[in-house]
């Protein structure tokens, strides 16, 4: 638990500091594109375990080609869509390509599924930036990561019902009723005190029902990451963050809940 506690200050401290200190987004971009590209990593590493091929290279550079997309051309230049696009059939092309005969269906599919289920919700974070402010997407984050933190707390001391026994044993009915008050309960905290830097949509009542959505989505990414761990019988996804695991244990929640709020800023704040 120190180890745990540790590395999540340290996170934590990197994305107060370092936007504060590199010029121009580049700071929060650095995050991303480093933390993206770990969970890429993990993701290809599991589905690999499972018994299904993925090419590495090409779905890397299919990773990378939409992320640097989003952070070059701004929304109002290249819509993010056909970044996706383009994205989408440069790694159903070489995986055409590259592929052995006879193995194109087999490589194409998880290949294309790694790269877009930790594409997507990275590309969403640096348009949350672009298009709004940090402050709105630490939020999102924030309402994710700390309804972990408060499901971990909630089940280690009230924990007795498992919610999914068969994808993670440590999950319970009550830590995540811990984790969805501990979620509204930042969420609204963090919309008061930084009013000044949010929209003045995101009103405390709207901070304290999106945040159930948010917490929920994040907790069902968490539970799909299990259910990909489970399929490669590991039990960390790797072993590069101290007390957390990997990336991927990191960044499960975001894959989700991400993308949700992005989706719910658009059509209820703005």
Not at 133 to 150: N, P, Q, Y
Request: hydrophobic share 55%; aromatic share 10%.
């Amino acid at each position: 638990m120190k180890h745990r506690i540790l590395s999540t200050l340290v996170i934590w401290l990197m994305v107060i500091v370092l936007p504060g200190v590199l010029p121009y987004h580049i700071g929060e971009f650095l995050i991303i594109a480093v933390f993206g590209m770990g969970t890429l990593v993990e993701l290809i590493d599991l589905t690999r375990r499972a018994g299904r091929p993925v090419n590495q290279p090409i779905a890397m550079v299919g990773f990378a080609v939409l992320l640097l997309g989003v952070m070059v051309f701004k929304p109002v230049t290249l819509p993010p869509f056909s970044i996706l696009t383009i994205c989408f059939a440069g790694i159903i092309i070489a995986c055409l390509l590259l592929s052995p005969i006879g193995s194109f269906s087999d490589i194409a599919p998880p290949t294309l599924a790694t790269a877009l289920i930790v594409g997507i919700p990275m590309a969403t974070a640096v348009l949350l930036i672009q298009e709004h402010s940090l402050a709105l997407c630490v939020w999102v984050v924030a309402v994710a990561k700390f309804g972990d933190v408060g499901a971990l707390l909630f089940g280690m001391s009230f924990g007795k019902h498992h919610m999914a026994p068969a994808l993670s044993p440590k999950k319970t009915w009550e830590g995540l009723a811990g984790g969805v008050l501990t979620s509204v309960a930042v969420s609204v905290a963090y919309a008061w005190f930084f009013r000044d830097y949010l929209p003045e949509g995101l009103t405390l009542l709207h901070a304290g029902w999106m945040a159930l959505p948010i917490v929920i989505c994040g907790v069902l990414a968490d539970l799909a990451e299990s259910a990909y761990k489970r399929e490669a019988k590991v039990k960390d996804s790797g072993n590069s963050i101290p007390g957390i695991g990997g990336f991927l244990d990191l960044t499960d929640s975001f894959l989700l809940a991400i993308p949700v709020g992005y989706f719910l800023i658009w059509v209820f704040v703005y």
